[in-house]
Nanobody, 123 residues
Framework: VQLPAFGGGLVQAGGSLRLSCAAS????????MGWFRQAPGKEREFVAA???????RYADSVKGRVTISRDNAKNTVYLQMNSQKPEDAAVYYC??????????????????WGHGTQVTVSS
């Protein structure tokens, strides 16, 4: 099972970035998919989640600036990030939860994790 995240990079404050995670190894169309992030010296934290039917949940810190979406035919989940702030800088991780309908914000709910992608925000 692979959940590689792509699309990270350097973005100016106020700018936008789109992350993607193309799952392979199994079909994740029935899974809840989540994005998490971890900044240096901080714990990994929840960013957003989307169920197989498209219901979404966001952390308060990103609500209104971030949109999670998925393309089940491509086994891919996206994270569109707008109005980036310096505090958004982190390594972003894609994760999968096999429990249908759950949109958990806790790491323990997600069985599968991918390697992260670095997002750097310049002020």
């Amino acid at each position: 099972v692979q959940l590689p995240a792509f699309g990270g990079g350097l973005v100016q404050a106020g700018g936008s970035l789109r992350l993607s995670c193309a799952a392979s190894g199994r079909t994740f169309s029935s899974y809840t998919m989540g994005w998490f992030r971890q900044a240096p010296g901080k714990e990994r934290e929840f960013v957003a989640a989307i169920t197989r039917s498209g219901s979404t949940r966001y952390a308060d810190s990103v609500k209104g600036r971030v949109t999670i979406s998925r393309d089940n035919a491509k086994n891919t989940v996206y994270l569109q990030m707008n109005s980036q702030k310096p505090e958004d800088a982190a390594v972003y991780y894609c994760a999968a939860d096999s429990s249908p309908g759950r949109m958990g914000s806790l790491l323990k709910f997600y069985e599968y994790w991918g390697h992260g992608t670095q997002v750097t925000v310049s002020s």
